[in-house]
């Protein structure tokens, strides 16, 4: 059984930095395509930022530059680092993967949200 459990969240000020982690179990993250995604109250969801199977990146406009999806096949942890926080980035924060996600199904971007598996989330949270 697949369980991707997200952690830490917690509220800083703008400009502020936070690691979010995901730990998988039950999946081996180096296959697939794996995500971030956010969704702020009264909003909806939106995908912040996705890694490929073969460590590629892709990320929405509004967070390129200030956030860092990456992964540690060692630990199957994926990550995402949060450089600059704004208040706009409050949101709760989810992991996402899709082990059966290949390169014939076009590219892994923060816009696949069709992904199998999603943890519950971490809020963040950016006080200004």
């Known amino acids: 059984q697949v369980q991707l459990r997200e952690s830490g969240g917690g509220s800083v000020q703008t400009g502020g930095s936070l690691r979010l982690s995901c730990a998988a179990s039950?999946?081996?993250?180096?296959?697939?395509?794996m995500g971030w995604f956010r969704q702020a109250p009264g909003k909806e969801r939106e995908g912040v930022a996705a890694?490929?199977?073969?460590?590629?990146?892709s990320y929405r406009d509004s967070v390129k530059g200030r956030f860092t999806i990456s992964k540690d096949s060692a630990e199957n942890t994926l990550y995402l680092q949060m450089n600059s926080l704004k208040p706009e980035d409050t949101a709760m924060y989810y992991c996402?993967?899709?082990?059966?996600?290949?390169?014939?199904?076009?590219?892994?971007?923060?816009?696949?949200?069709?992904?199998?598996?999603w943890g519950k989330g971490t809020q963040v949270t950016v006080s200004s």
């Open positions: 039950g999946y081996i993250i180096s296959r697939g395509c």
């Open positions: 890694i490929d199977s073969d460590g590629g990146t």
């Open positions: 996402a993967a899709d082990p059966r996600f290949v390169s014939g199904w076009g590219k892994c971007t923060p816009y696949y949200y069709a992904m199998e598996y």
